[in-house]
T-cell receptor, first 117, second 116 residues
Framework: DTAVSQTPKYLVTQMGNDKSIKCEQN?????MYWYKQDSKKFLKIMFS???????INETVPNRFSPKSPDKAHLNLHINSLELGDSAVYFC????????????????FGEGSRLTVL | AQTVTQSQPEMSVQEAETVTLSCTYD???????LFWYKQPPSRQMILVIR??????QNATENRFSVNFQKAAKSFSLKISDSQLGDAAMYFC?????????????FGEGTQLTVNP
């Protein structure tokens, strides 16, 4: 059983297109995240949702729109794709959002490699 | 904002030897969590070890151990008896329980090569 699953794992598309990446977790966690890993392998947070509520929204172009239909799902839609959007996008989940001891680590999906031509 | 620094972009070790990866961080908080994640060529992010700042004892997981120096804001990872399967990118990460929203802030990563 995959704990955090993302689809698709690979995505090749043309500039200007719109694409979506889906994420689902079966761990019962209440917080989910999107991270972007660039070509230098640097990981940077983009968004975080807690029980379907957006709680982190980093400086990300508004072409990126996350959507959480329920606490087990967090999707990422990207409009008008640009060359610089090429990266690996990771979905992750964790048990608690903040403030409590015992708050655990993030569990990551396998990543979705997006290539914009 | 918290920052995490890994000053060694690349490291190499002979199989069966020991290697230490360095990590420093900057924070004004007294309570937080530190992690080491491993990313092999498969791309999967795998948790190696975690440390709660309020615990004085260094965490250990089999061949992996940390040297947590809270005053120095240092969190190094020691891998003993290195194996070929340890070859990967290793990321140090910081997590604060106090901020609104709990994110992991990552260092730049250290690429570890294990030589047979």
């Amino acid at each position: 059983d995959t704990a955090v699953s993302q689809t698709p794992k690979y995505l090749v598309t043309q500039m200007g297109n719109d694409k979506s990446i889906k994420c689902e977790q079966n761990l019962g966690h209440d917080t989910m995240y999107w991270y972007k890993q660039d070509s230098k392998k640097f990981l940077k947070i983009m968004f975080s949702y807690n029980n379907k509520e957006l709680i982190i929204n980093e400086t990300v172009p508004n072409r990126f729109s996350p959507k959480s239909p329920d606490k087990a799902h967090l999707n990422l839609h990207i409009n008008s794709l640009e060359l610089g959007d090429s990266a690996v996008y990771f979905c992750a989940s964790s048990q608690r959002a903040w403030g409590t001891r015992g708050a655990g680590e993030l569990f990551f999906g396998e990543g979705s490699r997006l290539t914009v031509l | 904002a918290q920052t995490v620094t890994q000053s060694q972009p690349e490291m190499s070790v002979q199989e069966a030897e020991t290697v230490t990866l360095s990590c420093t961080y900057d924070t004004s908080e007294s309570d937080y969590y530190l992690f080491w994640y491993k990313q092999p060529p498969s791309r999967q992010m795998i948790l190696v070890i975690r440390q709660e700042a309020y615990k004085q004892q260094n965490a250990t997981e089999n061949r992996f151990s940390v040297n947590f120096q809270k005053a120095a804001k240092s969190f190094s990872l020691k891998i003993s008896d290195s194996q070929l399967g340890d070859a990967a990118m290793y990321f140090c990460a910081y997590r604060s329980p106090q901020t609104s929203g709990s994110r992991l802030t990552f260092g730049e990563g250290t690429q570890l090569t294990v030589n047979p």
